[in-house]
């Protein structure tokens, strides 16, 4: 192997080492959405998902990874993606626009007691910014997945939880975006299945 490879493979290593380790410095915040996340299960709500281009893949990963956990015994949880049914985007975005894509189902399909997660690779995402604006609205928990500074998405008026990528490489934004919401996932169950942790007594 040439120096050059050698010295490309561990440059890419030090990049998420990094990323990895700013996550890790972001546990207090992160058990706080999780906690606030549970909190909205625990009462009925349920998990609305939402991205654009390869953060199309990573809402419709979040949304099956709680109705359908790969854990045996965890118990499964109600979310949809707002991403799957391309006849509804199509549509929405012919109406009234792309930027409308997910406020527009948001308006339909949302309850107060829900859950609105927005990932966005460069925080950026127009229709995403909306969404969230449109979720804080209607009362529900507005939870973003960005990387780099947040972009527009940090500026979204009432936001709960901004969850940074500490990265500008898209790749590791990404891939610390699916770490970020399977700890999501894993701490949520942690919360509903711990006597107490809700106010609540446990499980409903």
Not at 39 to 60: K, P, Q, S, V
Not at 114 to 129: F, K, R, W
Not at 169 to 178: C, Q, R
Not at 190 to 199: H, K, N, Q, T
Request: a neutral charge; proline letters at 4%.
């Amino acid at each position: 192997m040439s120096t050059l490879t050698r010295q490309d493979a561990i440059d890419a290593f030090a990049r998420r080492r990094a990323a990895t380790r700013a996550l890790a410095d972001d546990a207090d915040r992160i058990a706080a959405a999780c906690h606030d996340v549970a909190a909205r299960f625990h009462r009925g709500g349920r998990l609305i998902t939402f991205g654009n281009g390869a953060a199309t893949a990573d809402a419709a990963h979040l949304a099956v990874e709680f109705v359908h956990p790969v854990v045996v015994g965890k118990r499964a949880l109600p979310a949809i993606s707002l991403v799957t049914d391309p006849a509804t985007l199509t549509g929405i975005a012919r109406r009234t626009g792309f930027d409308d894509t997910f406020a527009a189902q948001l308006r339909t399909q949302a309850r107060p007691g829900d859950i609105a997660v927005g990932l966005s690779v460069d925080g950026h995402c127009a229709n995403v910014v909306r969404a969230l604006a449109e979720a804080h609205e209607r009362g529900l928990l507005t939870v973003a997945l960005v990387g780099g500074d947040g972009g527009a998405v940090a500026d979204v008026p009432g936001l709960d939880h901004l969850l940074p990528a500490r990265s500008s490489d898209p790749a590791v934004i990404k891939e610390i975006h699916v770490t970020t919401y399977h700890v999501m996932w894993e701490l949520a169950h942690v919360f509903l299945e711990r006597p107490g942790a809700l106010g609540g007594g446990g499980t409903p």
